[in-house]
């Protein structure tokens, strides 16, 4: 019991002394999609399709394609030009809005066939975390 | 006389690289292309366009120049212009030209040699200077050059990328200076040593791959790291084996350090055509990180969400940009001050994807065969480049002698091979 309220009593001066990160870290076990590799963890809440789909042709126009490509949920991203850099960013995009880190592993080439299927596998994967 | 044209900060890193290759004896920091064309072109022709573009590029007969911030100069009419010679086929001419300098201060930026090989064909040999423009934008420069209309289109003009405010790129520049020092932990050693009495030469391999090997390659890739993985896949499989290759020779690194290009172009553009826009995002790989292609793969994936979310790609185009103000000597003392003593990398690294589309033809001939052959700077002395062309893979193995002899670098490329195709 002492123990435990010595090792509390350490993590709140650590935390006060602001050299906590690297403790809180090892009390917390890490697993993949954790808030440690996520910069803004807002709570899960249910995501459709349609809401991803808004914020990916945002994304997509603004930082992915050139002012003159015509970015629709119908693009073919691949031929367009969408690479792996791009992917990356994507989903650092998404880890970033949605506090989720969607391992590369599960886009699959048909997902990325246009922007609304992978609207669609990226609101299942949010959905079903 | 044309207005002075700045260089961007990637162009002028590039330029740095070009003046300490040369005041190491090397030709300097040149990429060629090579293209194999089905029939003869006459140079006439090929001059005459590039004399025709010339006009409304100024740049083509620039020099480097600018007091302060570094700057294009145009050129009224630079020696020898436009830069078409013709050659009889030679064993090994290809190489030679790449190792022969270009006038890059006196405005020669490129230069086209043209190789009657057997049968009535030819080899085109297109050599620029790396601060001229980047790979993808020669590409698209020699589509230019080589289409059917004899009316040139105009090429788009370099437009200005949004700058961020100078106390930002400060800050970025220096989370970039930061990212290296913390590679000191396992500093990168490379086999950069002088060589002072020995000739200074760069050599080229070429492995091409089948149609089938290149299936396989890329189904190697996707089931390794997921759709879109080539390069990473590729990125991971240089540096398997670049730790094996400095066993081999007798210098294993304590860590290695490879710099992995992103395109700072919107994708669906070519524009800037003349400028080089590329950033690098350093990737460390320490020893047991390199001891299969799947831990190397998971070293490099993680590694590059983890720069996507600090913002390596701003801190890297700030570095550079801040460099333009910096003489290049001092840029590498700051490095050496942080403990890399001028080694920033262990490897060049380049992956082009595929080449153009539109780049089929050339002046009328068919372009049967297409090789990129990158520059090394004298530090890692080796080096790669993966791209594919009319579908099928291939690889250019670059390397400077005497840091690395041929035998060493014709097995490097072999087993790059073998691990690309069975990882």
Known sequence: ?129 | MPADLPLNGADYLMLGFDYELRRQGYAGNSCQIVLALDRVIAPSVLRQRLAMLAERHPILRARPGGWFTPRWKPVAAPPGFPPVRVHPAQPGLTEKLGDEPLNVRGGELFRFDLIATAAGKMDLVFTWTHALMDALSAEHFLAVVGREEVALPALPPAAPRPRLPLRERFRLARQNVQQLTEFCQAAPRTVGVRFPGAPKVQRHHVEKFSAAETARIRANGAQLCGALGDAQFHAAVAAVELHHLHGQVGRPSPSYVLPIPVSLRPKGTTEPLFSNQIAMLMVQFLPEQLASTAAAVTALKTQLAQALRARRIAAGTAITELSRGLPFPLYLYILKHHGLQGEICSFFYGDTANVTPLLTHFCGATITDFTHVGSTTPSPGIGAIFFYFGGEMRLTVFHLEPHFSQPEAAAFADRLRQRLLAP
């Open chain 1, 1 to 129: 019991m002492n123990r435990a309220a010595g090792q509390a009593l350490k993590l709140v001066a650590d935390l006060y002394a602001g050299s906590c990160a690297r403790t809180i870290m090892c009390r917390l076990a890490p697993h993949p999609g954790h808030w440690q590799d996520s910069p803004r963890r807002q709570s899960a809440r249910m995501t459709n399709p349609t809401e991803i789909e808004a914020q990916l042709l945002d994304f997509l126009r603004r930082e992915v394609f050139a002012p003159d490509v015509p970015v629709t949920p119908e693009l073919d991203l691949i031929a367009a030009g969408f690479d792996s850099m791009s992917l990356v960013r994507l989903l650092v995009f998404i880890e970033t809005d949605h506090g989720y880190w969607i391992p590369e592993s599960e886009i699959t080439t048909a997902a990325l066939q246009n922007v609304r299927t992978l609207a669609e596998t990226l609101a299942r994967l949010l959905n079903a975390r």
